[in-house]
């Protein structure tokens, strides 16, 4: 469950190595990540922070608010499904979209794919994405693949760029039909 949670973002795994997360412990993990996806969202929404300054943040105030805070501040937003980050937010019932995305790295030259959420935990990454275009929502199309974990060039909204194989599998991606 917990290499589940991890694989799904849903827990950090440093944070409870060794733990076994219980039925209770999991709906605790996800309102956390609820407060966690849903001060973002605010920050970036309503104060105009940018979205790869969110995070930071977000770690020092989601043990900080209140239920009631947290239920205004999405409320205030329109109850947002995802976070900038495009990581989807748990309902405050405890339900949250679990599916398992593919990266950019796992796409063959030709395919077409729309940017659904990257890592969040690097402010300098999210940058370097936001600098090519690679946003979610994005649609991305991989025009070449290097082999040896070479670059992958991808068209970016009509431009292309290349980027290390590495930065493709922290970009999680929705294929689309050809
Ligand atoms: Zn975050």
Known sequence: MVQRLVRLGLVRSERYRGARLTAAGRSAALQLIRRHRIIESYLVERLGFGWEDVHDEAERLEHAASDDLIARMAEAIGNPTADPHGAPIPTASGE?????????????????????????????FLRYL?????????????????????????EVDGVRHAIGTSAAAMVYIRRNRR
């Open 130 to 154: 936001d600098g090519l275009g690679i946003r979610p929502g994005a649609s991305v199309r991989v025009l070449e693949r290097a082999p040896f974990a070479g670059p992958v060039t991808l």
């Open 96 to 124: 949250v979209d679990e599916t398992r995305l593919q990266s950019i790295a796992d796409l063959a030259e030709g395919a077409v794919a729309a940017v659904v959420r990257m890592s969040d935990r690097d402010p300098e």
